[in-house]
C-alpha cells in the first residue's frame, strides 16, 4: 500500500513539470529575425544579436539603393552603422539584425 502511495504521489509532482514544457515561450515571437514581407520594420533598426558580416551589411545598403558607403562598423546593440548617399542625400545608415535598412532622419 506504501508503494502505490509513493508511486501516486511521483506522478502528481512529476505531472506539473511534463506540463510546464508544453507551454508556449514567454518570450516575444512576433519579431522575426528577418522580414517577411519584404517591408522595413517601422521600429528600425531594432536592436540585437547580429549575424551579418560587414561585406552582407554593405551589400543591404547598397541593395537599398545607397551609393558612397563609408565608415561602416557594428555598435553596441548589434546595429551596423555607415555613412552613405541616397538621391542626393548623405547621412547615417543603420541595418539591424533583421535586415532593415533605414536611413537617420
Given at each position: 500500500m506504501k508503494?502505490?502511495?509513493?508511486?501516486?504521489?511521483?506522478?502528481?509532482?512529476a505531472a506539473p513539470?511534463?506540463?510546464a514544457q508544453s507551454e508556449t515561450p514567454k518570450t516575444s515571437q512576433t519579431t522575426p529575425a528577418m522580414p517577411t514581407s519584404g517591408e522595413t520594420n517601422p521600429g528600425a533598426p531594432v536592436a540585437g544579436k547580429n549575424s551579418f558580416t560587414e561585406a552582407q551589411a554593405k551589400s543591404r545598403i547598397e541593395n537599398a539603393g545607397y551609393t558612397d558607403v563609408s565608415g561602416l562598423k557594428l555598435d553596441d546593440q548589434g546595429?551596423?552603422?555607415a555613412m552613405a548617399s541616397k538621391d542626393g542625400k548623405q547621412g547615417s545608415?543603420?541595418?539591424d539584425f533583421q535586415g532593415n535598412v533605414v536611413m537617420a532622419k
Open positions: 508503494k502505490l502511495a509513493f508511486s501516486l504521489a511521483a506522478i502528481c509532482l513539470v511534463a506540463f546595429v551596423w552603422r545608415v543603420s541595418v
